[in-house]
């Protein structure tokens, strides 16, 4: 018995420092991305910092359109039947190029057609580079993806990663070579993503035993599920950068400017979350997590997340001026109040990849609806007399009260009590203790293969 125990606890400790050890190479290349960061905000300033924080946003924003859920939707039909695997990438690259280009095509021309101000301030090379890039960010998404489906967490973390440190490494030749506008950053990023598809694609390849066409039927059971996925993931990202066009409008780019980096500040601690949900969502469909374990990762991905938003709320200005300078210092506050709002933002990374993996996938589409729609009402209210403090308000209610309604969700279906899944206990602490002491022994393990 004691050794049946042993031998579980060693599991849980392996599978924890996996994790672990993928969250480290993603924060690798969110180190680049806060460098990256850092680099346009000094080049640009503010107003230039917040015009590109515009035109990466809005590039996100329609591969989001574009998606359709599918590569979610991938994920949980390959977890349920791993033989569909040889057709991941083919439905992948068919949809990338499709509806990725017609969504961006669609996107730039009704924005300059009807002269929305998100698409106008844009110059046409930058719009001919958005276009460019957006089926190419697609597929490097269903990369990563396709990584998570196979349980090769480090490989997936590792390709995101390479998404922000190429891009900042050409960020840094060009600044060498004083190469410092806007359209020229704008084309850096688009070749990072180029080459980190060209580079991944080859080691896919390789890896690959054997390559299956396109498939209509995993198509259409993979747009059953992802459709809904799709809508939760849209309003989730109303909820979480909606904000970001409302500050444009009605405090312009550089209000936008200031406000990106309290978010990009913020982001240190829901990074960690987001990435131990991306994790997390195939283990849940594959029910590889037994049922009464997702409450202790709940209550470790909190206390690790609220150590981290403590140690950055104490080193808050010194840290922003120091990185930043003193023209992004009006960005202090709202970056103080944002890490409360990030903190419940990161419960939801768990709970409602818990939930959308159980099949309860519509769920989210009231709850981020909700939010959304709340973190709407506030920023009109708020923007005008407030500046980037308002928006920061707005978020951090928003982002709370999703996070309690994805809570009671969670507590439900897991049957576990609010206390149980938020309150750490000694047992966790150890847990994560071990976990930390198993990544040596995993990366030994791994490199003696």
């Known amino acids: 018995m004691c050794g049946e125990k042993g031998a579980l606890l060693n599991g849980k400790s392996i599978f924890g420092a996996t994790v672990l050890l993928a969250v480290g190479i993603s924060y690798f290349g969110y180190a680049a991305s806060f460098l990256s960061s850092i680099l346009v905000a000094r080049l640009l300033g503010a107003e230039g910092k ?15 359109l574009s998606s359709l859920g599918i590569g979610n939707g991938q994920i949980y039909e390959v977890s349920k039947n791993p033989k569909e695997m040889i057709h991941f990438l083919a439905n992948a690259f068919f949809f990338s190029i499709t509806f990725g280009t ?14 929305f101000k998100i698409v106008t301030l844009l110059k046409l090379p930058d719009i001919i580079l958005g276009i460019l890039v957006i089926p190419i960010l697609t597929m490097v998404i269903f990369q990563r993806q396709y990584f998570l489906a196979n349980h090769s967490y480090k490989m997936a973390k590792a390709n995101g990663a390479m998404t922000t440190v190429i891009p900042m ?12 506008t806007i359209t020229h950053l704008i084309m850096a990023f688009v070749l990072g993503q180029l080459v980190c598809f060209l580079v991944f694609h080859v080691l896919i390849l390789k890896s690959l035993p054997k390559h299956g066409g396109l498939s209509i039927p995993m198509a259409k059971k993979s747009i059953s599920f992802g459709i809904w996925q799709y809508l939760s993931d849209l309003c989730s990202f109303l909820i979480r950068r909606l904000d970001f066009f409302l500050v444009i409008s009605i405090l312009g780019q550089s209000g936008l400017g200031i406000y990106s980096v309290a978010v990009a500040m913020a982001e240190i601690t829901s990074r960690l979350t987001h990435e131990i949900g991306t994790i997390l969502f195939p283990e849940f469909a594959s029910d590889n997590i037994a049922k009464g374990r997702a409450a202790p990762i709940l209550r470790k991905t909190l206390f690790s997340m609220t150590i981290i ?20 210092a009006e960005s202090i506050p709202a970056f103080q109040l944002l890490l409360l709002g990030t903190i419940a933002l990161g419960t939801i990374d768990v709970t409602w990849n818990y939930t959308a993996a159980k099949g309860k996938v519509k769920l989210g589409i009231p709850i981020f609806g909700i939010g959304a729609i709340l973190d709407v009402a506030l920023n009109f209210v708020l923007l005008p007399s407030f500046g980037v403090l308002g928006a920061s308000f707005a978020a951090t209610i928003s982002y709370c009260l999703a996070a309690f309604l994805f809570l009671r969700v969670f507590c439900k279906n897991e049957g576990c009590s609010v206390r149980e899944a938020l309150v750490i206990r000694k047992d966790d602490i150890r847990e994560i203790i071990r976990s930390v002491h198993a990544i040596p022994q995993l990366i030994i393990k791994r490199s003696s293969l």
Do not use: C, D, K
């Open 309 to 328: 938003a403590s140690l950055l709320a104490l080193a808050s200005r010194p840290l922003i001026l120091l990185l930043f300078g003193n023209q992004f």
């Open 169 to 180: 490494f050409i960020y840094l030749i060009m600044y060498g070579f004083g190469i410092v």
């Open 102 to 115: 017609g969504v961006a095509l669609l996107y730039y021309l009704a924005g300059l057609f009807w002269h």
């Open 50 to 64: 917040g015009v590109f924080s515009l035109f990466m946003e809005s590039t996100f924003g329609i591969v989001l």
